[in-house]
T-cell receptor, first 117, second 111 residues
Framework: SAVISQKPSRDICQRGTSLTIQCQVD?????MFWYRQQPGQSLTLIAT?????????ESGFVIDKFPISRPNLTFSTLTVSNMSPEDSSIYLC??????????????FGPGTRLLVL | GQSLEQPSEVTAVEGAIVQINCTYQ??????LSWYQQHDGGAPTFLSY????GLEETGRFSSFLSRSDSYGYLLLQELQMKDSASYFC????????????FGSGTRLSIRP
């Protein structure tokens, strides 16, 4: 299994500002994933972050709003830019299980709870 | 595209058995996974079905029938700590590197 940490664990931000969320994994992984989970809802994939290449964004998410960095195999950041109250959500990073098909198992960080006022 | 539907809420009694269903419309996938998420916590992996049939892991079992586009998670000997949200998820053939989550089921256990 993988141990994942995220910073910050929670934040309250003013609209129009930006927040960068950090994700650290205890082992080297090829792909890292960023999800958004709104209260009481399911998880929605924002993008897949590959080391050495640009992130791949899902429909409805764009790089200008959610820029992602992946400087090495154990770390990634997600920035929520020009925030509005609609961005209030939990943001989770995850990695696929080692030695198994990515989809079989994913491990999640504890999440970042964001409230935009 | 992919669409996975689950009942939004299920209530059961401590010690009983409960089944959480997942019906899907998808163009094809590698397998069906189940995740548990307690309030305020991160999702944790429970089980995976790559093939049709039943997979058993302790008190939890998961079933998949591709011909029926249907799967379920079975929880036995329910405990209060099983109160959580449960999500089914698939890895689509169109992109083996990611998983798509179902709508989620909130399970409440009564004493």
């Amino acid at each position: 299994s993988a141990v994942i940490s995220q910073k910050p664990s929670r934040d309250i931000c003013q609209r129009g500002t930006s927040l960068t969320i950090q994700c650290q994994v205890d082992s080297q992984v090829t792909m890292m994933f960023w999800y958004r989970q709104q209260p009481g809802q399911s998880l929605t994939l924002i993008a897949t972050a590959n080391q050495g290449s640009e992130a791949t964004y899902e429909s409805g998410f764009v790089i200008d709003k959610f820029p992602i960095s992946r400087p090495n195999l154990t770390f990634s950041t997600l920035t929520v830019s020009n925030m509005s109250p609609e961005d209030s959500s939990i943001y989770l990073c995850s990695v696929g299980g080692q030695g198994a098909a990515v989809g079989e198992t994913q491990y999640f960080g504890p999440g970042t709870r964001l409230l935009v006022l | 595209g992919q669409s996975l539907e689950q009942p939004s809420e299920v209530t059961a009694v401590e010690g009983a058995i409960v089944q959480i269903n997942c019906t899907y419309q998808t163009s094809g996938f590698y397998g069906l996974s189940w995740y548990q998420q307690h309030d305020g916590g991160a999702p944790t992996f429970l089980s995976y079905n790559g093939l049709d049939g039943l997979e058993e892991t302790g008190r939890f079992s998961s079933f998949l029938s591709r011909s029926d586009s249907y799967g379920y998670l079975l929880l036995q000997e329910l405990q209060m700590k099983d109160s959580a949200s449960y999500f089914c998820a698939v890895t689509p053939y169109s992109s083996a590197s990611k998983i798509i989550f179902g709508s989620g089921t909130r399970l409440s256990i009564r004493p």
